[in-house]
């Protein structure tokens, strides 16, 4: 084991490094980095609850084989686990008996020796554990379970801050009344959107929509019955895409959808579905009318951001509106 000074040394090192990131699994990997190195056990695994109900997985370990971790989900109905996590207990093995029913899945892959772990509890709910194994028997000790539970403090300290974080994120990136992207977060969905093109060779495409008539609605109705219009719209060009694709506001009367592993003729069969959604739908029908015109572009080579794309929706836009509106027009510069 080593003195006070160096523990708090690296425990400081992490802090600082939780600090300076908003990733959890950075977070995680630091902190298993140092208990690694404090602890020098066999392994150390942070675990925590899943997305499946019931169920907990591995996110940052030190010394676990990778097919290990691929397969690795720990159920909450484990003796071990349930100890651990649904009651909170510090648990210590100093001899794994593989036949024990608690070590089955607490051991992970040590076949014989011993083994600590302590739970995880984040805003007064359970939400993992921290394991750590050694191929010796009765290799660990109260030093070892205190260093641990203060890796687990710092685990449930880094779990809550990016947990709030990714909540605020969302709060940001989405509209609560519509359900669209901000547009920081569209082009930040594109440029995946359009990595993943790239390497699937597959095509992408996307459809700037415009409300014809927006604006008179606005003064003839009220800036209130004008939002009430735009969630309607949104809700109705929504209906009219495929599950895979998203949409994002760009301006007051306009909306960016992205339309993934489709060409421009079929970008131009989708805007022609949404502008025929929005002049079917009854709101279409008040005064003034309300249509949509719809400008759309596909990928180019070479192109990593969606600002290209976008200009080019733009283009074709202006020349709807150029033609009266309700329309869909295509961009095909090359």
């Known amino acids: ?14 802090c600082e490094r939780i600090a300076n990131s908003w990733s959890l699994e950075e977070g995680l990997s630091a902190l298993g980095q140092t208990a690694m ?21 591995i996110t940052a370990s030190r010394g676990l084989s990778a097919a290990f971790l691929n397969r690795q989900v720990m159920s909450v109905d484990d003796p071990g686990v349930q100890r651990v996590f649904v009651g909170r207990e510090d648990v210590s093995f100093g001899t794994i008996d593989r036949g024990d029913p608690e070590c089955k899945t607490l051991r992970m892959e040590t076949e014989r020796g011993s083994l600590i772990a302590t739970p995880i509890v984040a805003m007064n709910r359970p939400a993992g554990l921290v394991i750590a194994t050694s191929d010796q028997e009765d290799y660990f000790g109260e030093e070892h379970m205190l260093l641990l539970k203060l890796a687990a403090r710092m685990a449930a300290s880094c779990h809550d801050r990016c947990a709030l974080y990714e909540e605020r994120r969302q709060w940001m990136a989405i509209d609560r009344k519509t359900g669209l992207w ?3 977060f569209f082009c930040n969905r594109m440029i995946e959107e359009i990595a993943r093109s790239r390497r699937q060779d597959a095509p992408l495409s996307l459809a700037l929509v415009d409300i014809d008539g927006f604006l008179r609605y606005k003064q003839v109705h009220g800036g209130d019955a004008a939002d009430d219009l735009f969630g309607r719209f949104v809700e109705v060009a929504r209906s009219a895409v495929r599950g895979i694709d998203f949409m994002g506001r760009f301006s007051l009367d306009e909306v960016l959808v992205a339309l993934p592993q489709t060409d421009l003729r079929g970008a131009v069969k989708a805007a022609e579905r949404i502008r025929e959604a929005v002049e079917q739908d009854e709101f279409s029908q008040a005064a003034p009318r309300v249509t949509a015109s719809v400008g759309v572009a596909a990928l180019q080579e070479n192109e990593e951001h ?5 200009e080019r929706a733009q283009r074709a836009l202006y020349s709807t509106i150029a033609r009266g509106g309700n ?3 295509a961009d095909t510069a090359r």
Not at 1 to 13: G, I, K, Q, S, T
């Open 327 to 329: 329309c869909v027009c």
């Open 182 to 184: 901000s547009f920081e």
């Open 37 to 57: 190195s404090l602890l020098k056990p066999r392994s150390v695994a942070i675990v925590l609850a899943g997305e499946g109900e019931g169920t907990l997985k």
């Open 306 to 310: 969606p600002s290209a794309m976008i």
């Open 1 to 14: 084991m080593m003195d006070a000074m160096e523990v708090c040394r690296r425990f400081l090192a992490t």
